[in-house]
């Protein structure tokens, strides 16, 4: 599909539409060895060789990012108070538009997936989609069969809401707390502290690990991101 140049740079991260204008008249910008000096002239993205300053330009449609959310910072694309996961987002990834698809608790920490893909997101976060989430949970209080059979039948919480079935399996003692797995197919508010809540029981800290079949990067430190490559998207989060 033809594309205007400008907006073209604009979507990949490389520049503004006013600096795309500047790249331009400066013969800075080069589509299948011509150089382009309007920025308005439409050229296709995904069949055209195209050079900015000196360098190739590989061109995305979308873009897929996997962070490692640190505590405090908040699942969104903009707060007038606090750090988002987009402010994190280092500039060689930054694009126009993108967002959390899905969100993370401010003291929640974790797989957080970052896009400007809506329709995936909406793929990805619908129920009907039942896309698992993995989380880690270290939890207060007496954490034993009765609660394990209790999130397999299905949590009522405080305000009568009933959960779907989720899956809890305890894996062991971490200092005075129980370390535990927890996969879940929806996402309702606070929904895991909801639970243990439900069940007598405090969670102490909380820690997103898998999205569908993708696992948090380990070599992602808290803030980092990188690119989700489109073989890992396919194998583990589209159908």
């Known amino acids: 599909m033809l594309q205007r ?9 490389i520049c503004t539409r006013k600096q795309a204008k500047q790249l331009c008249k400066a013969g800075q910008v080069i589509v299948d060895g011509i150089a382009v000096v309007k920025p308005e002239q439409k050229v296709d993205p995904e069949h055209s060789n195209l050079v900015v300053s000196g360098k190739p330009v590989l061109f995305r449609r979308h873009l897929y990012l996997m962070m490692n959310k640190p505590q405090g910072v908040v699942s969104a694309s903009r707060d007038p108070n606090t750090p988002t996961v987009v402010d994190l987002v280092p500039e060689h990834l930054k694009r126009q538009g993108l967002f959390p698809a899905g969100r993370l608790d401010k003291d929640t920490t974790g ?3 970052l896009t400007d893909d809506g329709e995936f997101a909406h793929k990805i976060l619908s129920p009907k989609n039942h896309v698992p989430k993995t989380y880690l949970a270290s939890v207060s209080g007496k954490v034993d069969e009765r609660v394990v059979q209790a999130f397999q039948q299905g949590i009522v919480l405080a305000d009568g809401s009933r959960c779907k079935s989720a899956s809890l399996r305890i894996i062991g003692q971490q200092g005075n707390h129980i370390l535990t797995e927890v996969i879940l197919h929806e ?4 929904q895991i502290k909801r639970m243990f809540a439900a069940c007598g029981c405090h969670v102490e800290t909380l820690h997103r690990l898998k999205i569908g079949g993708l696992t948090l990067d380990e070599n992602l430190a808290p803030g980092e991101c990188r690119e989700i490559l489109y073989k890992e998207l396919k194998e583990n989060l589209t159908h």
């Open 5 to 13: 140049i400008d907006k073209i740079l604009s979507s990949q991260g």
């Open 187 to 190: 996402g309702m508010y606070h």
């Open 111 to 113: 797989f957080v997936l």
